[in-house]
């Protein structure tokens, strides 16, 4: 087939084209099955127990962060329709050296927990003892009889369950009274799980426990998982990756494809003078592009497989990562691939359909874009050699500047956006400057998780070199206009507040009083003087702030008594700011409190993002975008590269034979491909600029991610852009210079 044989007939370009796709297909095929792998764990943790409706708290955006009254219970089992109430809490903490770990805490008593098969050992029946799941037994190498170390304390692990479901066999399950003590949540749920009395009507029994009982709503156990906050980021980055895969992916494409035309203008111009008709070569230039996508696709699959399964195996995710893999994730992969092809080979395939038979077959290549007339011309033949050669092929160029510099403004916007989300949090943490330590819950993976008894905080006031402690509650609730509401809980006399500047009314000063941030007034449409609801509680709006970080421009704060009874948090805050006597002293006072105070972690204030896990998480998945970005694009330099080499085989056995050594002619290969990378580097940092400024146009929580640019981010771009240009011109550079003059001038 005519097809293949072109495709083998330049084996190299047709191999770096497949792995340029492949990358960005493997990525998206990767965090699409880690997503459906959560997608499915939560719903096999809500339906397993066999129970029918599920009853959690409203507003809540994930289930982890929902707390339910225990005395909810009580009413929903005395529903005659109700046959049996079982109650759950569940968390992500750090256990082992693993980052993230499933902890769930059920009563021993309740039909849920029959979910958890036990296969060795037994289940729970006292207190301090956890059962864990097969997969967390081999990646921590534990069996029934050792201990894991939870939150500080030694449990004994009495049972190794199976329930079938990779996200729960990669955690473990203690008693629910046990969670609540280690969660800081006495006497809440974070669901109930009701089971129904044969002939009850299921969506009768739903509207009439929402009619009862505030706060709550009320669903069908397999419709729950759909709704998790962190499914939703898993698809949003797969997504992302994918959008990130067809744009650069489609300029690399692009660029194989027109300069295989280029290459083959003569080829195509004996066809057409056989009488091949316009649609015959697009057809043929198309089918090149979509096999080579296909197969790229193909390719991409296999490897993001891979890549699950090798994830799946770690210890450090702690079994979070477990991919489920689909028809329809494998299908989408392959579309995604296949539109690659289409995009990337429409315009050239076009173009070669355009060319009459006389205009093909008297193409000599090479110079392809080198018209120009007087004063270009003249320009042109003053630049020195290296942006001559590049000028020469003003199209090739330029694709690759787009190829590349898409590469490089992917990375700038990236980097930029989370160093403004983390320098706007330590801003924020920090209390506007009030503040020079943060002390968190200890072994959690996620701030949002963190539960501090208040006896804590008297405590610390007292140790010598503090001179303030002020505690916060969080809270994030669904909003309409907003996305989510954040809500902060501070009390209205501690130092802490004060980096909230009212511009427009007063502070708190009373019980069920907010005070809201200028984002989300003007977002919310609402002025001092009216009324919000958080939760069916009703709040009068004292005064708008603003405080220039996005994080508190779009939240609003109320008084920590209120906070503490709004989100189920009695006698509890999220974390503590501590201001020290002499921040000079910061190292001994964080050695001090680590020492005496185990149940807590403390960090700098300006070290947040190194301390806690959840940044570090967020680190990591910026630096695998950027690689991915960065591999994509260097691939499609050295194509590009490679293809100018190979155009050029008789220029460069002209050289040789005029005395031309191999260190020159690889010189000039690389100072070429160094200044491609160059001015696509300049170019990708002001796309990256534009890029950044996106999010902090959007309405309500875009405002949060305010890109924040530096000049060393600028220069690590360039240099990133500089080394992909030396990597990717060495090999062909390399081809270049080893070309024989003889063997060079006989290239067809």
């Given at each position: 087939m005519?097809?293949?044989?072109?495709?083998?007939?330049?084996?190299?370009?047709?191999l770096?084209?497949?792995v340029?796709?492949a990358?960005?297909?493997?990525?998206?095929?990767?965090?699409?099955?880690?997503?459906?792998g959560l997608?499915?764990?939560?719903?096999a943790?809500l339906?397993?127990s066999?129970?029918d409706l599920?009853v959690?708290?409203?507003?809540?955006?994930?289930?982890?962060?929902?707390?339910?009254?225990?005395?909810?219970?009580?009413?929903?089992?005395?529903l005659?329709e109700?046959?049996?109430?079982?109650?759950?809490?569940?968390?992500?903490?750090?256990a082992?050296?693993?980052r993230?770990?499933?902890l769930?805490g059920?009563?021993?008593q309740?039909?849920?927990?029959e979910?958890f098969?036990i296969v060795e050992?037994?289940?729970l029946s006292?207190s301090?003892q956890?059962?864990?799941?097969?997969i967390?037994?081999e990646?921590?190498?534990?069996?029934?009889?050792?201990?894991?170390?939870?939150?500080?304390?030694?449990?004994?692990i009495?049972?190794?369950?199976?329930t079938?479901?990779?996200?729960?066999e990669?955690?473990?399950?203690i008693?629910?009274?046990?969670?609540?003590t280690?969660?800081?949540?006495p006497?809440?749920?974070a669901?109930?799980?009701?089971?129904?009395k044969?002939?009850?009507d299921v969506?009768?029994v739903?509207r009439?426990i929402?009619r009862?009982?505030?706060?709550?709503?009320?669903?069908?156990?397999?419709?729950?998982?759909?709704?998790?906050?962190?499914i939703q980021?898993?698809?949003?980055?797969?997504?992302?990756?994918?959008?990130?895969?067809?744009?650069i992916?489609?300029?690399?494409?692009?660029?194989?494809?027109?300069m295989?035309?280029f290459?083959?203008?003569?080829?195509?111009?004996v066809?057409?003078s056989l009488?091949?008709?316009r649609?015959?070569v697009l057809?043929l230039?198309?089918?090149?592009?979509l096999t080579?996508?296909?197969?790229?696709?193909?390719?991409?699959?296999?490897l993001?497989?891979?890549a699950?399964k090798a994830?799946?195996?770690?210890?450090?995710t702690?079994?979070l990562?477990?991919?489920?893999?689909?028809?329809?994730?494998?299908i989408?992969?392959?579309?995604?691939?296949?539109?690659?092809?289409a995009?990337?080979?429409?315009?050239?395939a076009?173009?070669?359909?355009?060319?009459?038979?006389?205009?093909?077959?008297?193409?000599?290549?090479g110079?392809?874009g080198?018209?120009?007339?007087?004063g270009?011309?003249?320009i042109r033949?003053?630049l020195?050699?290296?942006a001559r050669?590049?000028l020469?092929?003003?199209?090739?160029t330029?694709?690759?500047?787009?190829g590349?510099?898409?590469?490089?403004?992917v990375i700038?916007?990236?980097?930029?956006i989370?160093?403004g989300?983390?320098?706007?949090?330590?801003?924020?943490?920090g209390?506007?400057?009030?503040?020079d330590?943060?002390?968190?819950e200890?072994?959690?993976?996620d701030?949002?998780?963190?539960?501090?008894?208040?006896?804590?905080?008297?405590?610390?006031?007292t140790v010598?070199g503090?001179?303030?402690v002020?505690?916060?509650?969080?809270?994030?609730l669904?909003?309409?206009?907003l996305?989510?509401?954040i809500i902060?809980?501070?009390?209205p006399?501690?130092?802490?507040?004060?980096?909230?500047?009212?511009?427009?009314?007063?502070?708190?000063?009373?019980n069920?009083?907010?005070?809201?941030?200028?984002?989300?007034?003007?977002?919310?449409?609402?002025?001092?003087g009216?009324?919000?609801?958080?939760?069916?509680?009703?709040?009068?709006?004292?005064?708008?702030?603003?405080?220039?970080?996005?994080?508190?421009?779009?939240s609003?704060?109320?008084?920590?008594r209120?906070?503490?009874k709004?989100?189920?948090?009695?006698?509890?805050?999220?974390w503590?700011?501590?201001?020290?006597?002499?921040?000079?002293?910061?190292?001994?006072?964080?050695?001090?409190?680590?020492?005496n105070f185990?149940?807590?972690?403390v960090?700098?204030?300006?070290e947040l993002?190194?301390a806690?896990?959840?940044f570090?998480?967020?680190?990591?998945?910026?630096t695998?975008?950027?690689?991915?970005?960065?591999?994509?694009?260097g691939?499609?330099?050295?194509n590009?590269?490679?293809?100018s080499?190979?155009?050029?085989?008789r220029?460069?056995?002209t050289?040789r034979a005029?005395?031309?050594?191999?260190?020159?002619?690889?010189?000039l290969?690389?100072?070429?491909s160094?200044?491609?990378?160059?001015?696509?580097?300049?170019?990708?940092?002001?796309?990256?600029?534009?890029?950044?400024?996106?999010?902090?146009?959007?309405q309500?929580?875009?405002?949060?991610?305010q890109?924040?640019?530096?000049?060393?981010l600028?220069?690590r771009?360039?240099?990133?852009a500089?080394a992909?240009?030396?990597?990717?011109?060495?090999?062909?550079?390399?081809?270049?210079?080893?070309?024989?003059p003889?063997?060079?001038?006989?290239?067809?």
């Open positions: 005519i097809i293949f044989k072109n495709l083998l007939g330049r084996k190299t370009r047709s770096l084209t497949i340029g796709i990358i960005g297909i493997a990525a998206m095929v990767a965090l699409g099955a880690i997503a459906n997608e499915e764990g939560y719903r943790m339906t397993g066999q129970g599920i959690t708290q409203a507003d809540a955006v994930d289930i982890s962060a929902a707390a339910v009254d225990e005395k909810v219970g009580q009413q929903l089992k005395a005659p109700v046959e049996d109430v079982t109650g759950m809490l569940q968390s992500i903490v750090t082992e050296g693993a993230y770990f499933f769930f059920y009563d021993p309740g039909f849920a927990i979910h098969k050992g037994e289940g006292d301090k956890v059962i864990i799941g097969k967390a037994a990646n921590f190498k534990k069996g029934v009889g050792d201990s894991l170390k939870l939150f500080g304390s030694a449990f004994r009495v049972g190794i369950y199976e079938g479901d990779a996200l729960e990669g955690g473990g399950v008693s629910l009274s046990d969670a609540q280690l969660f800081s949540k006497h809440q749920v669901l109930f799980s009701l089971r129904l044969p002939g009850a969506e009768e739903r009439k929402e009862r009982i505030p706060d709550v709503v009320t669903s069908q156990s397999d419709q729950v998982a759909n709704t998790q906050e962190t980021m898993v698809r949003g980055f797969a997504w992302g990756i994918a959008f990130i895969a067809i744009l992916g489609a300029v690399g494409m692009m660029n194989t494809v027109l295989s035309v290459e083959r203008t003569r080829e195509i111009g066809l057409r009488g091949w008709r649609g015959r057809g230039i198309m089918g090149e592009s080579l996508s296909l197969i790229g696709g193909l390719t991409g699959t296999a993001g497989v891979a699950v994830l799946a195996s770690s210890a450090a702690g079994g990562l477990q991919g489920r893999f689909s028809a329809g994730l494998f989408q992969a392959l579309v995604i691939a296949l539109v690659l092809g995009l990337g080979g429409f315009y050239p076009w173009r070669a359909s355009r060319l009459t038979p006389l205009e093909a077959l008297r193409y000599e290549g110079l392809t080198s018209g120009g007339k007087g270009k011309s003249v033949h003053s020195p050699m290296t050669n590049l020469c092929r003003r199209t090739r330029l694709l690759t500047v787009i590349i510099g898409i590469s490089v403004a700038v916007a990236l980097q930029g989370v160093d989300f983390v320098a706007q949090f330590e801003t924020m943490m209390g506007g400057g009030q503040a330590l943060l002390a968190v200890a072994d959690i993976s701030m949002e998780y963190s539960s501090i008894d208040e006896r804590v905080g008297k405590k610390l006031v010598p503090i001179k303030h002020s505690g916060t509650v969080f809270g994030l669904a909003d309409p206009k996305t989510y509401l902060w809980g501070y009390h006399g501690e130092y802490a507040i004060r980096q909230f500047k009212i511009v427009e009314g007063e502070g708190l000063s009373a069920r009083q907010i005070i809201l941030g200028k984002t989300a007034a003007e977002t919310m449409d609402k002025k001092v009216q009324t919000i609801k958080i939760l069916n509680s009703n709040f009068r709006i004292v005064g708008i702030f603003e405080t220039g970080i996005g994080f508190l421009d779009i609003g704060v109320i008084s920590l209120e906070a503490q709004l989100f189920r948090k009695p006698r509890q805050v999220g503590y700011a501590i201001k020290l006597e002499d921040p000079k002293e910061a190292d001994r006072v964080i050695a001090y409190l680590e020492e185990p149940e807590i972690s960090s700098r204030t300006s993002a190194e806690l896990p959840d570090k998480t967020t680190r990591t998945m910026e695998a975008i950027s690689v991915l970005a960065a591999l994509v694009g691939i499609g330099m050295m590009t590269v490679l293809m080499v190979f155009e050029r085989t220029e460069i056995g050289l005029l005395g031309w050594r191999k260190r020159r002619v690889l010189g290969i690389l100072r070429e160094l200044l491609l990378s160059l001015v696509s580097g300049v170019i990708g940092i002001g796309g990256g600029m534009l890029l950044g400024q996106v999010g902090s146009l959007a309500g929580f875009g405002s949060m991610f890109a924040h640019f530096s000049p060393p600028f220069i771009a360039l240099v990133m500089l992909l240009g030396a990597v990717a011109g060495l090999y062909p550079a390399w081809w270049a210079s080893r070309l024989s003889v063997e060079a001038l006989r290239y067809e």
